[in-house]
């Protein structure tokens, strides 16, 4: 396993740690102060200044971006609307592209409009992901499914375990992977086996914060590395005994606590943790 407490090398910022409607030039040079590398900005901070000043905003402060957020969601329009949504996720590879992110972030999408079926939800997902990934291979853009905790099937995402995602992986080849989150999957019984079985060059990404207990928000509570119940260093030995190299990106969506805070003192304390508990 790799010693992380030396250096902030593989450290990455999801930008939604900071409040996503920071914009991104303030975030790039807050990272930069914080000597963080990385970082995994959504699409609406890209969009607000452009794709050209973006790469050159990154680019001018020397950061890797780990992933952009956010796709997928195939099912919002129902089957009718897939087109609507297609072109959409073409959009976000041309802009994860565009910016030379190393994948672009694909969540499922919850049930249909009036819908209880959530087969039918999964089957659209799977028919979206086939239909954008000739664009994503032809761009050179990964596409990483990242599962969603089973407490967002409804109204977020009908993808929710690392199976499925491995799944859909073994059934459309080429350019498609997976992100890990800890928050989505810990309490998998199946994940280190699915970890194992996504391998070096499916993990496309690995998200940290923590499970607090309690969780008062089922979207916007998640906690700060080390605050939680998950074993955070299992869980990275699982992701590097299968040969991810790759960086480990904070995402907290923290309403009531981290997104109270300052900039500063949530890096200082993002890098902290990192060298200590993840
Ligand atoms: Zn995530």
Known sequence: MRDLSRDTRFLSINTATLRRERPLAEVVSAL??????????????????GIKAAVKLIGDHGL???GISRAGVFTAKGRAGLQD?????????DEAAGIGARCLVLIGGGLMPGSRDIADARALFAEGLAALLPHARAAHLPLAIEPLHPMYA???????????????????????????????????????????????RRILAFHLSD?????????????????GVIDLKRIRGWVEAAGFEGMCEVEIFSQRDWWQRSMEEVLRTSVERYKSVC
Do not use: F
């Open 32 to 49: 930069a102060r914080a000597g963080i590398p990385g970082i995994g900005p959504w699409r609406e901070q890209i969009q607000a200044i």
């Open 64 to 66: 890797a971006v780990s």
């Open 85 to 93: 949504v297609l072109d959409d996720n073409r959009r976000a590879v």
């Open 154 to 200: 409804a109204d977020r995402a009908c993808i929710n375990t690392l199976a499925q995602a491995n799944d859909l992986c073994d059934a459309l080849g080429e350019g498609v992977g997976v992100v890990v989150d800890v928050y989505h999957t810990w309490w998998d019984p199946g994940l280190e086996h699915e970890i194992a079985r996504a391998g070096a």
């Open 211 to 227: 499970w607090l207990v309690p969780t008062t928000d089922l979207l916007l509570d998640r906690g700060m590395m080390g605050d």
